[in-house]
């Protein structure tokens, strides 16, 4: 008896081995890009050419407001969806019961209540913790919910395979995009830590309806009969940037997310500004830093720091440290509390922001969606609020780096090995 429980163990843990090195190979990186651009970020021809590239229409009159906290993201959100006259697109990965989950709710249960055509996609896994007496209120008034992607199997592909964008738009004409889902954390401090550092940005312009094909894509996939529905702005918004709008799925190769940093890297000249958790780089985005640090580019990496929401793959992303401060990268981790947001800026003209981050699990592997702007004052007030962080950051010495305990040293080398599918 003894003997076939030490051989149901031994099966189990060869199983896990077997899933886990099938999981790595799925996800490694199978083409590393090499990508130079001839274009710089401040050259007129470029916007153009970064939207030809990526098949993306470049998009002439978006307007931004930016949202450094969930407090006043969440506020902003709120009462856009409290004013919706015709219909709400809502898309998210995390929605939690709690006090912000349950603010959310009554405000699009009372919005269907009063005519609004209401349809969410909720990632399965990420809004897990909704399902129940919230779903009941939200479907009882008429909001129709698409759930991405449910795991009704020991398929690698459904586990793995997550949406982790973030969208909301509001009649076709307002939309917001970001870091932020839905939960407490994010609007204040809770039990387990700290409020979140996050960003979130209100677009307005045909960029909205434009944020609204994404997640009318993951509608279709998830809604059942549906009648996508996509009108945008009556008008053009006046002193409007130019801007592109990128969503992604899993695709072999490569797809336009990562195409998207890896020409935002490729034009700089000056500065690059990196701020993401869970920053894990590949072959393709560590010989693009390096490239830009061979143009002599100025290039700035800020992370989350110990107080971090998935602690493996913290230690992953350390993993890299040696091979970003060899090329001459400053980096930076994030003090006071978990910092989640996605953005990037270079030279000061072109901003990344967006449900994305600097990893290959959303530039290869998750459903993602971001914007890219050339609007300086877009980009001066992401610089500003990058420059706000880097003052409660702790800055990572070369130096000293390669000397800290061997106990740490160890347990990144081996979560390092995992960096391609977190």
Do not use: C
Not at 224 to 230: C, K, S
Not at 386 to 394: H, Q
């Amino acid at each position: 008896m003894l003997r076939f429980a030490h051989w149901k163990l031994l099966t189990a843990v060869g199983t896990v081995i077997v899933l886990i090195a099938v999981a790595l190979a799925i996800a490694q990186d199978q083409d590393a890009l090499r990508i130079r651009a001839p274009l710089a970020t401040d050259d007129p021809r470029f916007p153009g050419y970064l939207a030809q590239i990526l098949g993306r229409p470049l998009l002439p009159d978006t307007r931004f407001v930016v949202y450094s906290d969930g407090a006043s993201a969440y506020e902003a959100m709120l009462q856009r969806i409290r004013g919706a006259r015709r219909r709400i697109s809502f898309e998210t990965y995390i929605f939690d019961a709690g006090s912000t989950g349950d603010q959310f709710v009554t405000a699009l249960t009372e919005a269907a209540r009063r005519g609004v055509q209401v349809r969410m996609v909720l990632d399965s896994v990420g809004a897990g913790t909704l399902k129940g007496a919230a779903v009941e209120r939200l479907e009882g008034a008429g909001v129709r919910i698409g759930w991405f992607n449910e795991v009704r199997s020991y398929s690698i592909e459904e586990a793995n395979y997550r949406t982790h964008r973030k969208i909301l738009v509001i009649d076709g004409e307002a939309a917001f995009v970001g870091g932020m889902g839905v939960a407490d954390h994010w609007a204040f401090d809770t039990a387990d830590g700290p409020r979140w550092r996050d960003t979130q940005v209100e677009v307005r312009g045909r960029a909205a309806a434009a944020l609204e094909g994404g997640f009318y894509e993951n509608w279709i996939e998830t809604g059942g009969l549906v009648e996508p529905e996509v009108v945008p702005a009556s008008a053009p918004v006046p002193d409007g940037a130019p801007t592109l709008v990128v969503w992604s799925s899993p695709e072999g190769g490569t797809n336009g997310m990562k195409l998207l940093y890896l020409l935002a890297i490729a034009s700089a000249r000056r500065t690059l500004d990196i701020q993401s958790p869970y920053l894990i780089t590949d072959e393709s985005t560590l010989w693009s830093l390096q490239e830009a640090r061979r143009r002599g580019v100025r290039v700035r990496l800020l992370m989350e720091g110990d107080l971090t929401d998935a602690r493996p793959v913290k230690a992953s992303s350390r993993s890299g440290y040696a091979d970003l401060l060899a090329i001459g990268a400053e980096l930076f981790e994030y003090q006071p509390a978990m910092m989640h947001t996605k953005a990037l800026v270079a030279d000061g003209m072109l901003s990344i922001v967006g449900s994305a981050n600097f990893d290959n699990r959303s530039l290869e592997l998750n459903d993602e969606i971001n914007v890219g702007a050339f609007d300086s004052a877009l980009a001066a007030r992401l610089t500003r609020d990058f420059t706000t962080d880097l003052g409660r950051a702790r800055r990572i010495d070369p130096a000293a780096w390669p000397h800290r305990p061997w106990r740490e040293r160890v347990v990144e080398e081996f979560w390092g090995y995992f960096g391609e599918i977190f």
